[in-house]
């Protein structure tokens, strides 16, 4: 297998990945992730109450803000102060509708859990370390909430992790950085649960139209990736206390 410049990493390994817990001290449920040279800070803050749309109907909302830093780029980027841009939005949904797929909203009750996301470091694939991070943030709210009696019932059912896939001169990359994704021929976001269930999978052929066996083999290489990015997730929230053993 060919290593990946300058890390030396095989194919279908993914970056570096640390998860640390509690690192703020008044959200509910906080996380910084940090995926090879890209760190996210994730927190899930617990609000009483839901949208009007959704106030008498016994369920409870999760949704997602996402920015980026002004210099978590090599260059300063301005801060989204009066119109947040497209790209932003696109990711914000994208990490709201990630994050439901692993909780039972009836059973979160009419409250709603506002995730923010924000990059201190880019070096590509931001919205996935966003989702994985966010997810465990979010694990930890939920279980603040359990032990304070609070929940009638188990809302967290499930985990969600994302990962990125490109196709670069006919080889499967996982977990790609910014030259990966900046260079590669196609390249795909992937959002799954633990169950290995698909959330979102989002393809683009950058340069070159790609087949049905190259999405089979992104595909495995993300659900492969995904399972590592998983047993990552579960450690950081044993060491919070939220899951035994």
């Known amino acids: 297998m060919t290593q990946r410049e300058p890390t030396g990493r095989l194919p279908l390994q993914i970056r570096p990945l640390l ?17 090879g040279f890209t760190q ?5 803050s617990v609000e009483e109450k839901v949208p009007e749309w959704l106030k008498g109907k016994g369920k409870g909302w999760i949704t997602a803000e996402y920015s980026m830093l002004p210099r978590a780029t090599h260059t300063r980027s301005k801060r989204d102060r009066e119109k947040v841009s497209g790209r932003t939005q696109e990711i914000q ?19 709603s859990i506002l995730i923010d996301c924000d990059v201190l470091q880019a070096d590509g694939g931001t919205r996935t370390a966003s989702i994985s991070g966010a997810c465990v943030a979010l694990a930890i709210a939920l279980d603040k909430l ?37 260079s590669c021929d196609v390249d795909m976001n992937f959002v799954v649960t ?17 087949s ?34």
């Open 93 to 111: 949904r994208l990490i709201g509708r990630a994050l439901r797929a692993m909780v039972d909203l009836s059973a979160l009750g009419e409250r």
């Open 19 to 35: 998860i640390e817990t509690g690192v703020t001290r008044y959200a509910e449920g906080s996380a910084l992730i940090k995926a």
């Open 40 to 44: 996210v800070l994730c927190t899930a």
């Open 194 to 210: 633990g169950r290995d269930l698909f959330v979102e999978v989002q393809g683009t052929a950058e340069k070159t139209a790609f």
């Open 212 to 245: 049905k066996s190259d999405l089979d083999r992104m595909t495995d290489a993300a659900l492969g990736a995904i399972r590592q990015i998983r047993l990552i997730q579960t450690d950081a929230l044993k060491r919070s206390l939220v899951i035994s053993g």
């Open 146 to 182: 359990s032990k304070e009696g609070k929940l009638p019932g188990k809302a967290w059912i499930d985990t969600v992790a994302a990962v990125s896939v490109g196709i670069k001169s006919s080889e499967v990359l996982a977990d790609l950085d910014y030259n990966e994704d900046s």
